[in-house]
DNA sequence: GATGAATGAGCTTTCATTCAT
DNA sequence: TATGAATGAAAGCTCATTCAT
């Protein structure tokens, strides 16, 4: 058995033991991401408690059986999707940092719509939901979360604004808690109040609005004059 | 054809159908309360599915008939619970606001530590979670939450600020994304983190750097120069 | 509010749903079988009402996962449950009917042995009564027992009726009618007696002479003189 | 504790031990009939098993604990209630069998008409589903109902019969048997399909003409001719 | 006598996991 | 390797009955 139905205290998972990606063959891979596809629209819809692995064998076209070869119990399956997705997710977001020959306020307004956009998708709000809400079960999951999509976001963007420090556009003492308080001010109001279900102003509108505030907000904190 | 468990849609419970603030007489609060303390203690531990009735009904000392008699169903247990600890949580914070015989910078200083060290209580935190993740289920306990928690403290800070605005002592057009942004700027760093459960330095001396930075950097945002 | 487990109206156990006659391989259809087969001595002795699940598994021999593997809920296998022993019980009735080449007065005294004794027996009272007491909540369940029960039996016997008459050996109007009255008139005394657990000499003989009252009365009804 | 909730055998209420109506004073009548106007509605409405005791309180404007200081138990209750319908409901019947002025074939025909619109009202059907179902649980129970309805009903047309038969209008043998059959041939079509919940006509042309034909059937077969 | 809060066994149903084929 | 039938613990909830007030 890998893991008791209610833990008691923490349910712990090492990920160390998912098997690792260079050793499997291409057969057991396609397999596995069949299943992985099934398992993310399940997941991502209805939570962690709130899907079965009857319902994963079904909606990935697999045998329970199956399911269980490839992963030890439902919180291993679960932190692999995680894994999976949370790399996909944000990197449309630092992408859009890279294209920097425009002028800072410019570039920040793009990329605070493209992280409000993001934030709002369906699948990313679903993502954030249940990270927070599982971070005390799986530990290990928001550590890979943040690794592969807030973290690399917040490096990039703290990247960037050294860079264009250097070049004497912006004054910043602590890069990185720049970004930080950047990707902050993103949330303020629509991603802020949509988690909480709210209702909220979600048109095109609005959304850049937010963006050219947070954006000339960070050019007041932090820029050259 | 059966009846099932989990509605494909949403699980409306009217709040306005729990046993309001009217007269009850103190044997029933007595027992309502040694049922909604019961319950707090494992809904804030385990989440809203992590948790069962059986082990509230052990928890609070009674037997799950009586849970049953004061509480409809566990939705409505748990709505009443959250709406119980939502309005006492964040009332620190907006008494803070109120002592604003100080200056600006130092007054929003420590609002923003009051805020910072409110949700990183454990909790505030777990409340946090619980509601976003459930805020799809339980639409009308996001709302609560907003109303008691939140909002309270966002509508306080922003009428402090519209009315040190008057003063000259600020320059704000819209006193209530100013303050929605200040709470977010307070979440930077160490509450984001410790939301996602990533290691960071929750020491007096970090928030109170924390605090200080918000706080300077709303005045550079929204002070009177 | 929260869901009801008992519905206010009707309970409709969708039959068509039931997995039907088609090629159900031999291993699935002999669990099937068995769990049926526990199900009847249980509904049958304690009705629908009297009889759990829990029992019902441990008559069969399965566990209680199976039963749910097999009949979605409880409903459903009442529902093939009286399916299956309603199609069985009354056929020796008919089939005593085909056996025509004695003259009216003769068969009718047997086919009205045939059916007191059947109605007699404890399944098939137990039956009775079971779905004349649950017919408002399964409405398709005394469809289906009087598709393949009482009705068969009524128009097996009408159409004998309508050849006798064809042949001129009785004179009637409403074939149809005739043999809902010949039923009628079986249950007199004996059958309905023991409906009600009141004592009544239930004797061969005793069964022979309503069996002969039955068969003469009908003669002086419809009998050709 | 007066009886086991899943009794393994058969359900035996004592009515001997019922408060006869003698010795109950005035005050305590009127509670108990109190009690039992609403136990009416509700087990008349959802059968034995579909009524608990907490509606039956309800429904009735009294505690669960005065219901029972009048009834030790449920069944008991649900004992006492049949036991009080039962005389009432049949009633009409036997007194229209009184008014006998009027010749043979048209006294009846009244009769039969007043018997099926008994018969289909949902009362009576109901307490026909619940005696039929209950009848192995309850056997005092069938009993009084046969005592005070229909076992009325048969022997105050059986004396009918005879007076008629003393008169030369009718040549009865047996007239307990013969009012048992009048009763078995008014049930034919109508009432018999409506207690499956078939559809069938039961409008006042249907039902005047299944009494017509009751009514001519019965004096074929035992008319003085 | 009347109340209704409290009890706890029992109900139907679900689901992660195993294992014979 | 793939299957899916089988398991059984545990879930949410009900209800006849008791008893302190």
Redesign the interface.
């Known amino acids: 058995m890998c893991l008791r139905r209610?833990p008691p205290g923490q349910l712990l998972v090492n990920t160390s033991t998912l098997p690792s990606d260079q050793t499997l063959n291409a057969a057991c891979t396609a397999k596995r991401q069949q299943i992985l596809d099934g398992a993310a629209t399940l997941f991502l819809h209805n939570?962690y408690?709130?899907t079965s692995m009857s319902q994963v064998a079904r909606e990935a076209g697999v045998s329970k059986g199956t399911l269980y070869n490839y992963f030890d119990c439902k919180a291993q399956l679960f932190s692999a999707l995680i894994e999976a997705v949370a790399e996909t997710k944000l990197r449309n977001v630092y992408e859009r940092i890279h294209s920097d020959d425009l002028d800072c306020a410019t570039t920040l307004q793009r990329v605070a719509e493209a992280m409000i956009r993001t934030l709002l998708q369906p699948d990313s709000m679903m993502l954030?939901?249940?990270?927070?809400?599982?971070?005390?079960k799986f530990?290990l999951l928001?550590?890979i979360?943040?690794q592969r999509a807030?973290g690399v976001s917040i490096s990039t963007l703290a990247d960037w604004i050294a860079n264009r420090a250097a070049r004497g556009e912006l004054v910043v003492d602590d890069p990185v808690?720049a970004a930080?308080?950047f990707f902050?001010?993103c949330?303020?109001?629509i991603v802020?109040?949509h988690?909480?279900?709210?209702p909220v102003d979600k048109s095109d509108a609005a959304i850049k609005t937010v963006a050219r505030?947070t954006s000339e907000?960070f050019m007041?904190?932090n820029g050259a004059h």
Request: glycine fraction near 6%.
């Open positions: 209610r939570g408690e709130g954030y939901r249940i990270i927070v809400a599982e971070a005390r530990p928001a550590d979360f943040w807030f808690f930080e308080q902050m001010l949330q303020t109001r802020q109040r988690r909480f279900e709210l505030i907000s007041k904190l």
